[in-house]
Nanobody, 124 residues
Framework: QVQLVESGGGLVQAGGSLSLSCAASGRTFSSYAMGWFRQAPGKEREFVATIGWSGTYTYYADSVKGRFTISKDNAKNTMSLQMNSLKPEDTAVYYC?????????????????WGQGTQVTVSS
């Protein structure tokens, strides 16, 4: 069982930066692949980034590639998403998610555990 809590959301101007964190409980965090997803008002939840259980494999949605960086610290049971050059279209509720083992996934159906979400708002 893994419990996830996101933090770090907020309001930022276009071009600015935010760093999201996902704190996980549970002794087996190091064995979980992780992902970030987001959902904007009136839209379906979409994939943002994923990282494998060891932290060496990462994959990004085209819309955030080169601007966002995902990382995982197994010693601290945390995952982060550094978001730079933010755009108004990045505005959404951001969720972290965990799946047992593997290299990560872009499919939200593959994830077993989800956080409650944190709001990111980018003003133009």
């Amino acid at each position: 069982q893994v419990q996830l809590v996101e933090s770090g959301g907020g309001l930022v101007q276009a071009g600015g930066s935010l760093s999201l964190s996902c704190a996980a409980s549970g002794r087996t965090f190091s064995s979980y692949a992780m992902g970030w997803f987001r959902q904007a008002p009136g839209k379906e939840r979409e994939f943002v980034a994923t990282i494998g259980w060891s932290g060496t494999y990462t994959y990004y949605a085209d819309s955030v590639k080169g601007r966002f960086t995902i990382s995982k610290d197994n010693a601290k049971n945390t995952m982060s998403l550094q978001m730079n050059s933010l755009k108004p279209e990045d505005t959404a509720v951001y969720y972290c998610a965990a799946k047992p083992m593997g290299w990560g996934s872009t499919d939200d159906d593959d994830y077993d555990y989800w956080g409650q979400g944190t709001q990111v708002t980018v003003s133009s």
